[in-house]
């Protein structure tokens, strides 16, 4: 059993729960999870990191020294996906007009707790309320030079959620299974043991520099080999021990009627 | 109308501009020294542009136009109001400033052509987009360590109303410190206007009320050190203080 904060349609505040496989246990009550409908839990701005993973890394290493990158990147490579993207569990993720595919990112998400600022490496757990999942869709791009935005920051290019689970009912995070199913067939499979930079350092070398307040959210990374999306499949991201994110690709025009409706 | 936020009495307010005072809503006039000052706005999404002037792009040796405008995001830790200050960290050699136009929307805008694009903002102030030339890196440049650090972003001090602003295109944008100054522009050398920025973002996103979108800086950027003081002003809108500090 779980501790979870979510965060459901309809409702301001986030409520807290228990979750235990497929119950939620909310207000001394026992719900399925077919019985909620689940809201983006995040209130804060969400940096991704990108080459955080080592396939990822070293994918690129061969480029690093060759224009235009020169050198081996130092600090962390952080993005902001910016409000307009964001969305929540079973929603639809639109494919824009002109556009085949787009890719889908697969990210454990670290939930900030209180405001973060030149935060020590061994005292980066007391600063995390837990984890989410987040899919960071882009439309594929093939150079890490310049922040691809307009690949990566259209409506509704940022399913989050379900929930938050608390860090203390998460046993390692550095040890977490991730799988990419689309139309229910395993599609990438990674693991959180893979990352360069681990939570600690990774929170440290990012708040030497800039603060983390309560509600932000910073990816660790996305794993290599990101599976492409058409129109119509259906994607699930799941992440062990915290949950799965479902969202459905569908034609950018049908997209924003949905919003209307 | 030119609007702001200040902190006065340890309460927030909004406030107005009169005659170069500062207007509370119950009808006191202070001094700008009086008071603390806020950002304009909290902005939710902030846009902002590099390379948008020609002369500014030729200074840091881009000959070539880009294939695509230069856009990054910046997160709420780096804004910061009129009369603050920025650290300049011990151990580095270049910090300078980006005086730049910042156009704050008025209305959700989505594929917005650039004839219709005024209609959506809801006024313009100053930003000194500070940068850290040291900690430049070739990964999603300009990363987030050389311009989203923590107050390195001042805005202000005054929002003013569009309708206040005869042509937002040609408004002329000087940087001074300690009173020598040290650029000088005009907004009519943007490569991508305001107008062609909203129609350009809005084409591929949703523009909320409240976003900012910080214009580019023209050529002149040098180094400032600790004890500068600099000042972005651009005519018409307002003159933005920022001391440099020491860490």
Redesign the interface.
């Known amino acids: 059993m779980s501790k979870i904060k979510m965060k459901l349609k309809g409702i301001e505040q986030l409520k807290e729960g228990y979750l235990n496989q497929q119950e939620v246990e909310l207000n001394n009550e026992k719900l399925n999870l077919s019985q909620l409908n689940f809201d983006n839990p995040i209130s804060g701005?969400l940096?991704g990191t990108?080459?955080n993973y080592q396939g990822e890394y070293e994918a690129l290493e061969s480029e690093m020294n060759e224009d235009?990158?020169?050198?081996p990147?130092?600090?962390p490579?952080?993005?902001?996906k910016?409000?307009?993207?964001f969305s929540s569990q079973d929603m639809p993720v639109p494919l824009?007009s002109g556009e085949k595919e787009v890719q889908i990112g697969a990210a454990l998400g670290v939930v900030i707790g209180k405001t973060a600022?030149q935060v020590k490496e061994d005292e980066v757990f007391d600063y995390i309320e837990g984890y989410t999942i987040v899919n960071d869709v882009s439309l594929p791009y093939n150079s890490?030079?310049?922040?691809?935005?307009?690949q990566k920051?259209?409506?509704g290019f940022c399913p989050i959620g379900p929930w938050i689970v608390n860090q203390n009912d998460v046993y390692d995070p550095h040890h977490l299974d991730i799988k990419v199913f689309i139309n229910g067939v395993v599609r990438q499979e990674n693991n959180t043991k893979n990352l360069i930079r681990r939570i600690p350092q990774l929170v440290k070398d990012v708040t030497d520099?800039?603060?983390?307040?309560e509600g932000?959210v910073l990816l660790v990374g996305v794993p290599e080999n990101q599976p492409l999306a058409q129109k119509g499949d259906r994607i699930s991201i799941e992440i062990e021990q915290i949950g799965q994110l479902n969202n459905y690709i569908v034609d950018e025009e049908d997209f924003y009627v949905s919003e209307v409706k | 109308m030119k609007q702001g936020r200040v902190v006065y009495e340890a309460a927030i307010h909004d406030v107005t501009e009169v005659n170069g005072k500062v207007q509370l809503q119950d009808g006191r006039l202070l001094d700008e020294h009086e008071v603390e000052w806020l950002p304009p706005i909290e902005p939710?999404?902030v846009f902002t542009l590099g390379l948008n002037y020609a002369d500014h792009a030729k200074e840091l040796s881009f000959t070539s136009p880009l294939p695509?405008p230069?856009?990054?995001?910046?997160?709420?830790?780096?804004i910061i109001g009129h009369r603050g200050t920025t650290v300049r960290p011990h151990d580095v050699e270049f910090m300078h400033y980006e005086c730049e136009l910042a156009v704050v929307i008025g209305k959700s805008a989505?594929s917005v052509k650039k004839e219709d694009a005024l209609e959506y903002v809801r006024g313009y102030t100053i930003a000194n987009d500070y940068a850290i030339r040291d900690?430049l890196?070739?990964?999603?440049?300009p990363?987030?360590?050389v311009k989203?650090?923590?107050d390195c972003t001042p805005v202000g001090p005054w929002l003013v109303d569009a309708e206040d602003v005869e042509d937002p295109m040609n408004l002329t944008l000087r940087t001074y410190i300690n009173g020598e100054i040290t650029q000088e522009g005009s907004t009519g050398d943007m490569i991508l206007g305001v107008a062609e920025l909203i129609e350009y973002l809005s084409g591929?996103?949703?523009?909320?009320p409240g976003d900012m979108i910080l214009t580019g800086t023209p050529k002149g950027s040098v180094d400032t050190k600790v004890g500068d003081e600099v000042i972005t002003e651009i005519k018409g809108i307002g003159s933005l203080h920022n001391t440099i500090v020491g860490e």
């Open positions: 701005t940096y990108v080459l235009p990158y020169k050198a990147p130092q600090a490579i952080l993005y902001i910016p409000i307009n993207t824009p600022k890490v030079y310049r922040p691809p935005i307009k920051a259209r409506d520099f800039m603060t983390l307040y932000d | 939710k999404t695509e230069l856009v990054f995001f910046k997160g709420k830790n780096t989505k900690y890196e070739n990964y999603f440049r990363n987030l360590r989203n650090r923590d591929f996103m949703t523009l909320n």
